[in-house]
């Protein structure tokens, strides 16, 4: 729907009418679901939702949620459909519209809907479903059973582009800059005179979060940087440039590059490095903010993947703590500041887009994601300054080759990981017996799951010859080709 530049916003089936109607929306999608709309449990909507008279999509479960609950019959199919299906078109007009009479689609069910809700009539039929979309008199509510969502239905989303504009009349104006028109004016409504802060990691997020919030009010806002000394090489440096020098925001720069690594003396479990690395992040940051005086609001760059995990129904939620992940932008327990987070309803795609939109420099925008721990999470065993510089070393190769032969923007990922362990090796005529690195490049869509990313071997070579070669300390290099799952992206 985004893509279609109409704004959305995803809620349980659960939310009952009265406050879905108060978030005034243009039209309602439901979505498709394993379950069947008779089985106990089953996903349900408030039928008061189907009856108020909005525009309504259902999409496969959804189009059974609407038939179910309008009077009409669900039943098992006598065969459960799945995979490519040819639709015949009866209208073709509304969600068909302009669209040929004859569509390959994706199918994907168990149930159909049997017979039809009073006042409904047929829009198209496929072999195995006679009833493969639908729609009331009006033609306002739509179901449809196949899925215009997927890429094996070429037609999706026209089909879905037919529905908010031809059928719900969606405007089709939201865009990042309407959005940043929107987020500037809202910012300035909720602060008012107010003083922000706002801690930068050195991410695209938290830094668009405070390019957003600086354009609404300027001089009411402070950033903080906190230096943990865990960055990578020059980095510090790169994004202050880039905040301070091109953006003009106020920013406190805190070197605790000490501080950070007199506590992680000795550490090597890396769920106390992230444990330690957060609480001494919250004690300087408190001290920052108290040299500020007075902050009534903290900024943060949260998105919306993290708003929709936490507020998702328990069934959805890990119970298990795999990592507990520290970002610099969350909020500090022991500081009570009202928050602010223009990201809130937005994807990463959508914050780069913003960024630009920003001025902000595409270097920084199309940044790889980093761990607020940084580099203690890819120091296995003792993090020290030497093995710190190390791993900046290998780091930085491994970088700068990625970008070099342009695959920078194809991974998500690519880094180095300092190993703890010590191999034999021979260099010139000598014996030698150093650390090996690891080299880990990943492509993914959302950190959720992950790919090794297939380098090319000359880039592995050069890889492996450069950090050998430019690294001392180092005498072997490996490539982590495990996916996620079963890995994880960071080694720890
Ligand atoms: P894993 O290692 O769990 O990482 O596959 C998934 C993604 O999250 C990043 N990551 C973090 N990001 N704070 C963050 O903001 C953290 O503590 C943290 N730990 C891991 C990781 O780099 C990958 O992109």
């Not at 004859?102 to 009833?131: I, K, Q, T």
């Not at 729609?135 to 094996?152: D, R």
């Not at 010139?428 to 990313?453: C, Q």
Request: charged letters at 20%; proline letters at 7%; glycine letters at 10%.
């Amino acid at each position: 729907m985004r893509e279609a530049h109409v704004y959305c916003e995803l809620v349980s089936g659960t939310t009952p009418w009265a406050e879905l109607e108060a978030r005034h929306p243009t039209a309602l999608i439901l979505s498709g679901g394993p379950a069947s709309v008779y089985a106990e449990g089953a996903p349900q909507v408030d039928p008061a939702a189907l009856r108020a008279g909005l525009p309504v999509l259902g999409i496969c479960y959804g189009m059974q949620l609407i038939a179910h609950h309008l009077g009409g019959e669900v039943a098992p199919a006598g065969k459960r459909e799945y995979g490519p299906a040819t639709l015949e078109i009866r209208e073709r007009a509304g969600i068909f519209e302009k669209l040929p009479s004859e569509l390959p689609v994706w199918m994907s069910h168990g149930d159909h809907v049997l017979r039809l809700p009073a006042g409904f009539r047929p829009l198209a039929s496929s072999v195995n479903s006679p009833l493969a979309a639908i729609t009331n008199g009006a033609g306002t509510v739509v179901g449809i059973q196949f899925h215009p969502e997927v890429v094996h239905t070429p037609s999706g989303k026209e089909i879905l582009h037919n529905f908010l504009h031809g059928v719900a009349g969606c405007r089709g104006d939201w865009t990042p800059g309407s959005f940043i028109t929107d987020a500037v004016e809202r910012i300035r409504a909720q602060v008012g005179t107010g003083h922000v802060i706002c801690a930068l990691s050195g991410g695209v997020d938290s830094a668009v979060a405070a390019m957003l919030v600086d354009r609404a009010i300027g001089d009411q806002l402070t950033c903080v940087f906190v230096n943990n000394g865990l960055l990578r090489r020059n980095e510090a440096e790169r994004v202050l440039d880039v905040l301070h020098g091109h953006l003009d925001i106020n920013i406190r720069y805190a070197d605790s590059t000490d501080r950070f690594l007199e506590k992680l003396d000795g550490v090597t479990d890396p769920e106390r490095k992230r444990k330690i690395i957060g609480a001494e992040f919250i004690q300087v940051f408190e001290e920052e903010a108290k040299h500020l005086g007075h902050i009534d609001f903290l900024a943060q760059g949260t998105l919306y993947p993290d708003v929709i995990e936490s507020t998702a129904p328990d069934t959805a939620k890990s119970a298990v703590t795999i990592k507990t992940h520290h970002n610099v932008g969350g909020l500090p327990p022991g500081l009570r500041f009202t928050l602010i987070e223009p990201l809130r309803y937005l994807f990463k795609d959508e914050v780069r887009r913003v960024g630009l939109e920003l001025g902000m420099p595409e270097e920084m925008v199309y940044r790889h994601p980093f761990p607020g721990p940084g580099l203690a999470i890819r120091c296995l065993g003792a993090v020290t300054p030497e093995r710190l510089e190390m791993l900046r070393g290998a780091d930085w190769v491994v970088v700068d080759e990625i970008k070099k032969h342009g695959l920078y923007r194809q991974t998500w990922q690519a880094f180095a990981v300092l190993t703890p362990i010590q191999t034999v090796g021979v260099m010139g005529d000598g014996r030698t017996y150093a650390n090996v690195v690891a080299v880990r490049v990943v492509t993914s869509e959302d950190a959720m799951t992950a790919d090794w990313a297939r380098l090319p071997y000359e880039v592995l070579a050069r890889i492996s010859n450069r950090i050998v070669n430019e690294v001392p300390g180092v005498n072997r290099v490996v490539y982590d080709i495990t996916p996620k799952p079963p890995g994880t992206i960071e080694w720890e």
